[in-house]
């Protein structure tokens, strides 16, 4: 399960980013999305063609509109990419709580020490 590099690309593009955040609330068509962007029809059909390459979204013909619609299996694999670094990093965090309560402990311990 490995993410495709062609996925962090498509997404990289700030437009591109907006046109998968735009059809997360459903489908839209090409017009639909230029005019919520301030696009013109010719460049977000760019993009979307962008998007449709790299597997992210799909487009459905419906007479003469082309509605797209995000693919949920790259979300998926990106999901399962990410999960691996979100893991190591609760490690690393229980880690560093572990840590910062044995300072705290022994903090403790030489002020108890002090008093005597």
Do not use: C
Request: proline residues 4%; neutral net charge; without cysteine.
């Amino acid at each position: 399960m490995g993410v495709k590099m062609t996925t962090l690309s498509a997404l990289a593009e700030p437009n591109r980013f907006h046109i998968v955040e735009l059809l997360r609330d459903g489908p839209l068509t090409v017009g639909e999305i230029a005019e919520r962007l301030g696009l013109g029809q010719p460049q977000a059909s760019k993009h979307l063609r962008v998007l449709s390459d790299s597997g992210l979204v799909e487009v459905h013909p419906s007479a003469n509109r082309r509605i797209y619609k995000l693919r949920s299996q790259p979300f998926i694999e990106l999901d399962g990419w990410l999960e691996r670094y979100r893991r190591m990093w609760e490690e690393k965090f229980d880690q560093l709580d572990e840590y910062l309560r044995l300072l705290q402990a022994k903090e403790k311990e030489k002020e108890h020490d002090g008093e005597k």
